[in-house]
């Protein structure tokens, strides 16, 4: 049984840091690339970062350039985002995503598994 099991979301104040994880099983890891993905109530669901478990990584949000990181432990199988200079406008629910890099033009261009959120909520 393929999961993604996020974890890490809670409250947080501005300018504070927060690291989620996402532990994968169920599928070869290094045959996916591991994306994060946020959503508000009423807005579509973006991609905030991507990663492939040899390290080839994209931050997709120019919102969070500079502030936000990506990084995965192959060993363990998770993914994590490294959050730092958190702001309100960063307040959604975080979810990690697989996407197959052999179906893949470019990382993360689609999602195979979905995991459920975590959410993530800052405070001013």
């Known amino acids: 049984e393929v999961q993604l099991q996020a974890s890490g979301g809670g409250l947080v104040q501005a300018g504070g840091s927060r690291r989620l994880s996402c532990a994968a099983s169920?599928?070869?890891?290094?045959?996916?690339?591991i994306g994060w993905f946020r959503q508000v109530p009423g807005k579509e669901r973006e991609e905030v970062a991507c990663?492939?478990?040899?390290?080839?990584?994209?931050i997709q949000l120019d919102t969070v350039q500079g502030r936000f990181a990506i990084s995965n432990d192959n060993h363990k199988a998770t993914v994590y985002l490294e959050m730092n200079s958190l702001k309100p406008e960063d307040t959604a629910v975080y979810y990690c995503?697989?996407?197959?890099?052999?179906?893949?033009?470019?990382?993360?261009?689609?999602?195979?598994?979905w995991g459920k959120g975590t959410q993530v909520t800052v405070s001013s």
């Open positions: 995503a697989a996407s197959n890099l052999d179906t893949s033009d470019y990382l993360c261009d689609h999602v195979d598994y």
């Open positions: 169920g599928f070869t890891f290094a045959d996916y690339a």
């Open positions: 990663i492939t478990s040899s390290g080839t990584s994209t």
